[in-house]
């Protein structure tokens, strides 16, 4: 049996030839490898009859010709903070056992030293109506995760801004002895979309203590946060994670920021540059929606606030991990 | 078959695998080497991290022997070597070194005293119930097993066993009340899982009963040996072996329970002392483990030295692990469902002859051959363009003619009109350079240097199966990326991989072994001292320019200021023993003829620290103060002088230099 060589692995193999930068990119090789083995085949907009990820690194990788850009774009892989199921899994009970939990005590104004305390606490989690803000937000994973039950509605509020009336639902959670509101959201990254949601909420409950909870927020949508939470004393929100700048890669540089930002910076913009005019409407930006320049991927999708360089596929650019758009 | 699963994902073959696997996997070709391993007396089986010790005491395990029969497969020993009941302990599995990890309940004599004794009977226990088990498990095996192997589990002779089992004294009265096989058992199990019930702070205190009744080391395990025969279970020539694997652990007790690892190793020892013949016992050990003791070798115990069994000699004729790692690489492909009956040599047809000397030049030069050569201002110009044009077709006779050039004494060869003599091609001038050669072209284009083929492949393994499976994984996965090959081909023929694929797997595999060298008590100041050293031979190498040093990927020191400084001494001794470098007798060419030692690279990290691994012509000869600068280099050593050792005082073993401190320690040694 003869070993034909795919074309690009033969340009990885003598880019790991060199001596130059040889050992850096098989360490990178080996990272996107494991990488690539315990998280990236997660990505489900790219399960049934897509190419492999392997298949697909190679096609972004030739999107660009110069070779120095090829090896930044690989470079950049190990960077991408992908989120895969299990570790959505831990998001969904850390954004339970300790953000929601937390914030209940702070309700109920809970002493540690009260001997009814845990009692109390497990009453005020079931007069919780732990709801998401859009259907992206896999509720009924966090319900089971955390062994969460009693509650058999759990609308987005995004669909119920739309489509909902403010009287039922408050006429439900007044039957159903809803005390507290709780919103998650998989991913926040400018707060655009759950700032109408959580208006929304705030409109229809202006009293009702309500805790919003993104499970990876983005800074530019902690500023958003704040002033919500400025207009509304009612509302608190918490992220689970927040992502600091360092994690992005925005329009002006950082410093200190490594080679491979740079470079990937520079080829965003390029890539920008050549898209059509249609495409560059549905990326927003070199950087993403609002300028974000967010790498994150959620094995369920990629945000638009991530660089369209990772997940636009158009003619002209074959994305890493494509996104599946609402639109 | 599906051609992406790697045949070497499972990179061990020991006690952990199932016995079924073990049996497809399992390479006989060392049994032969370790033949004292299967025959009475005790033996110590020593070798580093995946050298194949555990694999082969897994042969003394009976449910390894049951499964031979199962699969109709030819045990792999017979004859009187196959004559044996094994039985053993595995000092981690068994948890016997949690002994420590609990303070004991006040009470007669201080821990350090105690708790050594408790050691010892938790291990007498375990290896009495292993012999109980390893007795049922080949009395029910398949037919096959000879004859006087077999146990005779009748009830009549179980009874009378057991009777005299449990009035002997050594057990201080414990098992008096249980005079059945059964009973007996149980009341051994109940022993152990009180034990293993105060390690998990479910019960407070060690029963009285058991506290009472502490054994001494060996003695029940050599009384059921020797009432077993009595009664007829066993025959007379049946031995029992009784394994003690993972010794090294010993060496690993952290904190303030660490000095009781040498209470723990007293222990063991005192069994192997007792040179009991009804008993044998086989200690399977890393290379560091096992350090001086009062213990005689060739009186007490044999050594089995499996690195020295497998690491190639002089002599290649003799070297066995080539064909030991050809017959390791058939049965992984036999397994994996490839048709490998068709190729008689499995390595070459995988993995080829690799790039010749010549071949490799070329590709480290590429389009731009001419890098290859570098040229004085002063050279002739007739002599420049000969070297020119000779790099266009052949870069390495080239850089070979170059350095003749450079040699003292032979600048003449530039005045010459014609080259057809060319001296730089004679062959014994030739073979000692191509290496170092290679080495500067490679350097001079920019290019990693890379290794392939079969002998290199093995040259790499330095002897080592674990070593020799990794390299075979890192490739595979380089191959199964690189083609990706289909999930279902009818066609099983093995893949006879590319050479620029298999230098892919090589670099990826060294550079797994380099990170793999912190795994190992002291592993940090190691691999800090290994790239100190890698540097230094790395850069006389590209600097000797006439090629005059290409043995200098070595280096060699004096006995005499090795003995006159036992912090260096000791620190090499112990690289030696975690297998990071490799030391051997250097036989010098100096006048003096001092006895000198040398020490090399462990040829799987040369690849990452690019140095060539094959050893030819003299190490670069240095003085323990050298090699001192470089342990400060590494930032082991802070001060700088040695002190000679006084006469009568005790040498540092390689196991003091990697003492780390704790926080409840005295100063160590070392600041690792």
Known sequence: MTSTKLPFEERLMAWMADANCGQEIQDVNSQISQLEAELFNEYEPTRGLQPLFRDRLHRWIENVADPADQQALLRLVPHLFFIGPREFEVLYRTAFQTTCVTWLIDQLGLSLEDPLAAEKLRQASTECWFCPISDSMRINAFYHLNHLSGRDLRPDWRSLRAFGSEQKIIDHTAKEGIKYVVLLEDFVGTGSQMRDAVEFAAAVFPTLPILVVPLVLCPVGEQTSMQISTRFPNIQITPVLRLHEVALIEPVPNTGESQVVSDVRRIALAMYGSLAVEDQKSVYSAFGFNETGSLVVLYTNCPDNTLPLVHHQCPSWNALFPRASRL | ?672
């Not at chain 2, 194949?52 to 029969?69: F, I, N, T």
């Not at chain 2, 007498?124 to 146990?151: H, M, T």
């Not at chain 2, 000198?596 to 030819?616: A, E, S």
Request: proline share 6%; with cysteine.
């Open chain 2, 1 to 672: 078959m599906d051609r992406r699963i790697n045949p070497f994902n499972e990179l061990y073959v020991s006690e952990t695998i199932r016995s079924t696997d073990f049996v497809r996997i399992f390479s006989p070709l060392v049994v032969d080497s370790a033949a004292s391993l299967f025959l009475p007396g005790n033996v110590v089986l020593q070798g580093v991290q995946g050298s194949g010790k555990s694999m082969l005491l897994s042969l003394l395990r009976p449910e390894v022997r049951a499964a031979y029969l199962d699969a109709h497969v030819d045990f792999p020993l017979q004859g009187k070597s196959a004559s044996f009941i094994g039985a053993g302990i595995n000092l981690t599995h068994s948890r016997v070194i949690d002994f420590g990890q609990r303070p004991l309940p006040r009470g007669r004599g201080t821990d350090a005293e105690v708790l050594p004794i408790y050691f010892g009977d938790f291990v007498n226990y375990w290896i009495v119930y292993d012999l109980f088990k390893s007795l049922e498990l080949l009395s029910r095996a398949p037919e096959g097993i000879p004859q006087n192997v077999r146990p005779n589990l009748s009830a009549d002779l179980m009874a009378d066993a057991a009777a005299r089992i449990v009035r002997a004294d050594c057990w201080f009265g414990y098992v008096a009340e249980t005079p059945t096989w059964d009973g007996l058992k149980n009341r051994i199990a109940e022993r152990i899982g009180s034990y293993l019930s105060f390690f998990n702070f479910n019960s407070d205190s060690i029963p009285d009963s058991i506290s009472n009744s502490k054994t001494s080391i060996g003695e029940p395990i050599s009384l059921v040996a020797e009432v077993l025969r009595q009664v007829g279970i066993i025959g007379e020539d049946v031995h029992v072996f009784v394994q003690i694997d993972q010794y090294e652990e010993l060496l690993r007790l952290e904190g303030r329970y660490k000095e009781l690892g040498v209470h723990y190793r007293a222990v063991i020892n005192r069994a192997l002392g007792l040179r009991d013949p009804r008993v044998s016992y086989r200690i399977g050990t890393r290379r560091y483990g096992w350090t001086e003791s009062q213990l005689e070798r060739d009186r007490d115990y044999k050594l089995i030295d499996l690195d020295q069994t497998l690491r190639r000699s002089e002599n290649r004729k003799t070297w066995l692990f080539p064909r030991f790692a050809e017959d390791v690489l058939r049965k992984r492909l036999q397994v994996a469902d490839y048709d490998i009956e068709a190729s008689e040599r499995p390595l070459t047809a995988v993995f080829g002859r690799g790039y010749d000397p010549k071949q490799k030049a070329l590709r480290y030069a590429g389009s731009a051959r001419t890098r290859a050569v570098r040229v004085e201002p002063q050279w002739p110009l007739g002599w420049c363009h000969f070297l020119s044009e000779l790099a266009e077709t052949d870069p390495l006779s080239a850089r070979l003619a170059e350095s003749w050039a450079r040699q003292k004494g032979k600048e003449s060869i530039m005045k010459q009109g014609a080259h057809e003599d060319a001296p730089w091609n004679k062959d014994y001038w030739r073979k000692e350079r191509v290496e170092h050669a290679l080495m500067q072209i490679a350097s001079r284009c920019g290019q990693r240097m890379i290794w392939s083929g079969t002998d290199e492949i093995l040259g790499l393994s330095g002897g080592n199966i674990l070593i020799f499976v990794s390299i075979c994984q890192h490739i595979w996965n380089a191959w199964i990326r690189a083609v990706r090959p289909a999930v279902s081909a009818p066609d099983r023929k093995v893949p006879q991989i590319d050479d620029s694929i298999q230098a892919v797997g090589v670099h990826e595999a060294s550079t797994h072994w380099h990170r793999k060298v912190t795994e190992q008590n002291g592993g940090s100041s190691r691999q800090r001292f290994l790239t100190v050293v890698a540097r230094t031979l790395e850069k006389r190498l590209l600097g000797d320019l006439p090629l005059s040093y290409p043995g200098n990927n070595g280096f060699s020191v004096a006995v005499d200021d090795l003995d006159a400084d036992q912090e260096v001494s000791a620190f090499l001794d112990q690289a030696a023993s975690f297998g990071d470098l490799f030391d051997s007798p250097h036989t010098t060419k100096e006048k003096d003829r001092k006895e000198r030692r040398k020490w090399y690279l462990n040829p799987i990290l040369c690849p990452y620290f690019n140095l060539p691994h094959i050893r030819t012509k003299e190490p670069f000869y240095v003085d323990t103060p050298t090699v001192r600068e470089w342990m400060m280099e590494a930032e082991i050593l802070l001060e700088t002088p040695g002190r000679p050792r006084r006469p009568n005082e005790p040498k540092i073993s390689a196991t003091d230099i990697s003492r780390q401190p704790t926080l409840f320690d005295e100063p160590a040694t070392s600041n690792d």
